[in-house]
């Protein structure tokens, strides 16, 4: 361990959805602390416009990846590979859905599983066999607050969450003697730019504003860079000890 826990130099991470909030964020921060990061989206013009200024370009290779894709996805890994090994695996892209059971259309429901589920099963699956040969592997799954509890008008995206806290536990155990880490974390709402966009689509943004704050105990929605942090904190040396983990990063909601 070197006496920074949190230094990722000589280190190699993909990041999956990366074009913008979380994703976008934790690119930035990895980057910073000497990983060389491998950063996918399936919109790859906006996450080349996105990293192109960056102060830690020297760092950063961005690629197309659609996750729901398992072509795509094994691409992806396959391109990376052959530039070398690869130590963190952050599957963090994935798909919103407000809606009850009756308002969730079967077209609608696979497509959440299609990207939020089978993304992260093609991604980890994809590398898995490496991280077994170098007996070494850092894996982090995007979950949600969704992931623990049941939140009104989310059943689809709560499933899908669910599902990752699940998979992430179960790969957790079958691999913890393999040297492999597997976590997951589980914001809040977070004040992504997508997020932003979406109240301000509401007739009274502020309200709606109001009361997402609200389902916080802090009062307020996260901030992307504030779930980035917590993603170092398990892509690092910091966390030796913890896997099978769901870190919240949630204002205290997940509290009661
Ligand atoms: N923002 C929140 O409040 C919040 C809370 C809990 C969990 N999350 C989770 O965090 C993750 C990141 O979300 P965000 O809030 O930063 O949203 P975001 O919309 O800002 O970013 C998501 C990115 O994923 C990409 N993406 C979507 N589908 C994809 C696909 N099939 N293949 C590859 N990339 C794809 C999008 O192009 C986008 O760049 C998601 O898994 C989301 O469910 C977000």
Redesign the pocket.
Known sequence: MSSNPFNLENKVAII?????????ATTELFASVGAKVHV????LE??QQRHSGSAFAENISVHH?????KASVHGFIAKVLAQGPVDILFN?????LVGTLLQTSEEDFDRLYQ??VK?VYYLTSALMPHFLERKAGNIIN?????GVIGVPDRTA?CMS?FAIVGMTKAMALDHAKDNIRVNCI??????????LARINEYPDPEAIRADMDASQPMGR??E?QE?ATVALYLASDASGFVTGACESVDGGWFAG
């Open positions: 999956t959805g990366g074009a913008s909030g979380i994703g976008a996918s989206d399936i919109n906006a996450c990846c659609d996750v729901s894709d963090n892209a994935g798909a919103g990207v939020n993304g995007m979950a949600s607050i969704c995206y969450k589980c914001p809040g709402r977070i004040a992504t730019p997508f997020m929605m996260g992307p779930v």
